[in-house]
């Protein structure tokens, strides 16, 4: 299966992506394998775009196409949620200047599935913004998602306030998105960096320890 879905979704052929997806799902399998085929296809699609051989009209087909494929997937990717002892309250959102939220949406769902409060800022958030949800919702995680690279500034901005609010002591920071790695993450400050919704899940329940 994986290699038809990678294939439907780098094509953009919206009809072969749903059809499998649906049949992957009627199968049993795993909601993140069939989620990190997609994500594999749209991986090529970047690639092509980086290429000029896609342009902005494919790249909007192609967060719509995932969009769709990740209503199928909810249902069962709910299902899945690691239940957690963890009572943490994360306020989470993709940061100023960057309007990605495909992988953000998918973090959310198994954070929430896996018994997290979670308030989602959605996209294009200023720091003023996070911290303004921190205060309200008296969370303990920060998350925050990047996928441009130029978007890392204003993630370290947000870090940056939340020091001068006297919140980074109680607050722990997790950053992820294609503009993140380990080190990028260290460099601006964050408490850890994960790579995908289940290492989401499992760092968030051991920074809370
Ligand atoms: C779809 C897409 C779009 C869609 C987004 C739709 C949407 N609603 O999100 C649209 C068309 C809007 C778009 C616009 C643009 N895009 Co775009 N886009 C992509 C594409 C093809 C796929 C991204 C995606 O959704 N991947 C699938 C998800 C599941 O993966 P993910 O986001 O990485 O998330 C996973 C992990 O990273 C992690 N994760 C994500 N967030 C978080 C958060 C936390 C806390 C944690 C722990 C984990 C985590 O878990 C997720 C699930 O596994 C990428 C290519 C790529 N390789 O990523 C380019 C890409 C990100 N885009 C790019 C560019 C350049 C743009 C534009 C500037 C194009 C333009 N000329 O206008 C604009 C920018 C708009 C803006 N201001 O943000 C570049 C960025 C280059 C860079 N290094 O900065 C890329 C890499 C393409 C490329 N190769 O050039 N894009």
């Given at each position: 299966m994986a290699d038809l879905l990678v294939e439907a979704m780098a094509n953009l052929d919206r009809n072969a992506v749903l059809d499998n997806v649906e049949k992957e799902i009627k199968r049993g399998t795993d909601p993140?394998?069939?989620?990190?085929?997609?994500?594999?296809?749209?991986?090529?699609?970047?690639?092509l775009y980086d290429k000029k051989e896609y342009f902005l009209a494919e790249l909007i087909t192609a967060g719509d196409v995932f969009q769709n494929a990740f209503q199928k997937i909810k249902p069962a990717l709910e299902k899945k949620g690691l239940r957690t002892q963890v009572r943490g309250k994360i306020v989470i959102g993709t940061v100023r200047g960057d309007l990605h939220d495909i992988g953000k949406n998918i973090v959310t769902t198994m954070l929430v599935s896996s018994g997290f409060y979670v308030e989602d800022l959605g996209v294009d958030v200023p720091a003023e913004k996070f911290i303004e949800a921190i205060k309200k919702t008296d969370a303990n995680i920060l998350a925050m998602?990047?996928?441009?690279?130029?978007?890392?500034?204003?993630?370290?901005?947000?870090?940056?306030?939340?020091?001068?609010?006297?919140?980074?002591?109680?607050?722990?920071?997790i950053c992820g998105g294609a503009a993140f790695d380990e080190n990028t993450a260290k460099r601006i400050g964050a408490?850890?960096?994960?790579?995908?919704?289940?290492?989401?899940?499992?760092?968030?329940?051991?920074?809370?320890?």
């Open positions: 993140l394998k069939i989620i990190e085929s997609l994500s594999q296809g749209l991986k090529i699609v970047g690639d998602s990047a996928l441009l690279t130029v978007a890392l500034e204003a993630a370290k901005e947000t870090i940056k306030l939340l020091e001068k609010e006297n919140l980074r002591n109680r607050v722990k920071v408490d850890a960096y994960g790579k995908d919704p289940l290492d989401a899940v499992k760092i968030c329940q051991k920074l809370l320890r």
